[in-house]
């Protein structure tokens, strides 16, 4: 048994002496740009925040078609620089589209900057190479893992380095406009998947906050961990002429999709930017920094959660959460029944088991439920199917297959947090985030109407009640003037409840 022990430990480390990653090669810095005075943008800006006083203005982009054409639009006016950080892109419609609209501002001489967690881009480091080959473009992979080794062994071998990952998503066009939110790059996230919509949320924002975003960019890309694509891929790529081909034919191939032609049809791309809703208030940026995925002391002046404490610290009246993966431990738990006692309303929407796309993460939140609510916590879930397309956050829609995906909380009436932070141990001890934290009550109320309707009309209401037998159950109650309630998870069979409740015994909450 020793000998198989030994040979098995020098297995272990042989598998992981061969994950290595390049060193030693030249690496340069590069920074944002300064605004460029009397572009297209800026006078766009300009007209929106005519007096230069501090203030940002903000548009809420719920609606997946509008997201996207955000980031189209502001691709396409875009004069100097598009800097745009992903944790997923996918190979699909809306990311080929993407990545298409990004090449033709390259050829334009934008320079482009596009910062790529590693988690996502399996086999496509030639495609990604071949981009990196052309002017104005450059490609790199944050945390990347090593290419001599397959992922799976390395989730084994270096469990704790390639398991922490950049979770922010970031779009920022000539130090100008940026947009910021939940959405990675890939059709659910737009309203183009067939199967499914996630139910998400960004801010596009312009004024002196766009110099925290670009910030942030910057600390990521001159990153250590931030790996030029040419270092990780040392095979030629394709010619320019076949890259610029795999690149752009997507635009020509998809022409009559519906999903384009939404985009072209939305508002945001045919009237200017400066005539839609945008809302001012004051907004700062908050993240981690990027030395948080190799810190194994938690230390907490590197991470988002020490810049949003004052906020979270100092709730008078009332919070409104929304969190699709929602793993709040004892110490979350202890520090909502801390708020109630203390006279603030909190409410909490996040996904149910049918609607989770995570399974594992709902085994995580679904041991704290009775805590929750025995503390006065009010708890929803999002409705797995509905046939009607009418969920709304600020014109958020989903389908009969949504899963929420936003990640916004409201304080007081007062401020509103849009990002990329989950409420789990991941999001806050694990992978880096970024968001938004904007102070002003239009915005506030503006995100309120629409999470209060979705709450009232497409989410069950969890309850805690008490048998004849004296025995405590939760109960979900539907939506509705006549609602149907339920004694186990809606829409779900005794296999997956029983799958559910063997993974919330598992000790892996810390990956959540």
Not at 158 to 172: A, L, P, Q, Y
Not at 227 to 232: C, F, G, K, Q
Not at 243 to 248: D, P, R
Not at 300 to 322: A, C, F, Q, Y
Request: net charge negative; with cysteine.
């Amino acid at each position: 048994m020793k000998r198989i022990l030994l040979q098995l430990v020098a297995i272990y480390f042989g598998l992981y002496g061969c994950a290595t990653l390049p060193k030693g090669y030249e690496r340069s810095e590069s920074f944002a740009l300064p605004a460029v005075e009397g572009s297209d943008l800026q006078n766009e800006a300009r007209t929106i925040l005519p007096t230069p006083n501090g203030e940002d203005a903000i548009l809420l982009l719920g609606n997946g078609i509008n997201a996207f054409a955000a980031r189209a639009l502001l691709a396409e006016q875009a004069q100097t620089t598009i800097d745009a950080q992903y944790y997923l892109l996918h190979n699909d419609m809306a990311g080929k589209l993407f990545i298409a609209k990004l090449v033709q501002a390259s050829q334009r001489g934008v320079r482009v900057r596009l910062l790529v967690d590693d988690m996502d881009l399996a086999g496509r480091d030639l495609g990604a190479a071949s981009l990196d080959a052309l002017p104005n473009f450059e490609v790199r992979i944050f945390n990347p893992f090593s290419r001599n080794i397959n992922r799976f062994t390395q989730f084994l071998t270096r469990f704790g380095h390639v398991t922490r990952r950049m979770h922010n998503k970031t779009f920022i066009v000539d130090n100008t406009f940026a947009v910021v939110g939940g959405r990675n790059i890939g059709d659910e996230y737009f309203e183009a998947h067939a199967d499914v919509d996630f139910l998400d949320l960004d801010a596009m924002c312009t004024g002196d906050v766009v110099q925290d975003v670009s910030y942030q960019f910057d600390a990521y890309w001159n990153s250590e961990l931030a790996y030029p694509i040419s270092v990780l891929h040392t095979g030629p790529p394709h010619s320019t002429e076949t890259t610029l081909s795999m690149a752009l034919d997507p635009l020509t191939e998809a022409q009559n999709q519906p999903f384009l032609q939404k985009v072209s049809d939305s508002k945001l791309m045919n009237v200017p930017l400066s005539t839609q809703p945008f809302k001012t208030g004051n907004a700062r940026a908050v993240f981690d920094l990027p030395e948080k995925i190799a810190d194994t002391e938690g230390r907490r002046e590197l991470m988002l959660s020490t810049s949003i404490h004052g906020d979270l610290s100092n709730i008078r009246k009332e919070l409104l959460l929304v969190s699709p993966y929602f793993v709040p431990g004892r110490d979350g738990v202890k520090y909502f029944k801390q708020l109630v006692e203390n006279n603030v309303r909190v409410r909490i929407l996040t996904n149910s088991l049918m609607s989770n796309d995570v399974p594992i993460v709902h085994a995580g939140y679904a041991k704290y439920r009775k805590n929750l609510l025995r503390a006065g916590v009010e708890l929803y879930e999002l409705k797995p199917a509905d046939p009607d397309r009418d969920i709304n956050f600020s014109g958020l829609k989903g389908s009969s297959k949504a899963s929420l995906h936003a990640k916004t909380f409201i304080i007081d009436d007062e401020k509103v947090f849009v990002g990329s932070l989950n409420i789990d141990p991941r999001s806050f001890a694990q992978n880096t985030e970024v968001g938004l934290m904007i102070d002003s009550p239009d915005i506030a109320d503006e995100l309120k109407q629409g999470v209060e309707k979705t709450l009232e009309t497409k989410a069950y209401t969890v309850r805690l009640i008490t048998d004849s037998d004296g025995v405590e159950r939760l109960r979900w109650d539907a939506p509705g003037t006549n609602p149907k309630t339920y004694r186990s998870d809606p829409h779900s069979s005794f296999i997956q409840r029983f799958g559910i409740g063997l993974l919330g015994i598992l000790p892996i909450e810390s990956q959540l």
